[in-house]
């Protein structure tokens, strides 16, 4: 049997998959940001939402993943209708968040 090399993204805990964000120098860590919501880019503003609960929510490292889950959901329906209303994620309108 044949072994092949596959690689396969760390799912570790909350701490873990935030540091792709908090590592980061603050200017480079806006200018992803800002690449991300540009381009709509739905697992990176995902993960920079879990990223922000994770080191500036209330519950720290220690949001629940059903509170996690339902950040995601919200991030992607948002993202959803931003494409469907041709909305900018980088200069919304007041009342595009509702």
């Given at each position: 049997m044949e072994m092949?090399?596959?690689?396969?993204l760390f799912r570790g805990d909350l701490?873990?998959?935030?540091?792709e964000w908090t590592s980061l120098h603050d200017d480079e860590l806006r200018r992803r940001a800002?690449?991300?919501?540009?381009?709509k880019?739905?697992?990176?503003?995902?993960?920079?939402?879990?990223?922000?609960l994770s080191h500036a929510g209330g519950s720290g490292v220690l949001t629940r993943p059903h509170t996690i889950?339902?950040?995601?959901?919200g991030v992607r329906q948002f993202?959803?209708?931003a494409e469907g209303q041709a909305v900018s994620l980088l200069?919304?309108?007041?009342?595009?968040?509702?």
């Amino acid at each position: 049997m044949e072994m092949g090399t596959t690689l396969e993204l760390f799912r570790g805990d909350l701490l873990a998959l935030s540091r792709e964000w908090t590592s980061l120098h603050d200017d480079e860590l806006r200018r992803r940001a800002v690449q991300a919501a540009g381009e709509k880019n739905a697992a990176a503003l995902v993960s920079l939402t879990t990223a922000y609960l994770s080191h500036a929510g209330g519950s720290g490292v220690l949001t629940r993943p059903h509170t996690i889950a339902a950040y995601k959901r919200g991030v992607r329906q948002f993202l959803a209708w931003a494409e469907g209303q041709a909305v900018s994620l980088l200069r919304p309108g007041g009342h595009d968040g509702q």
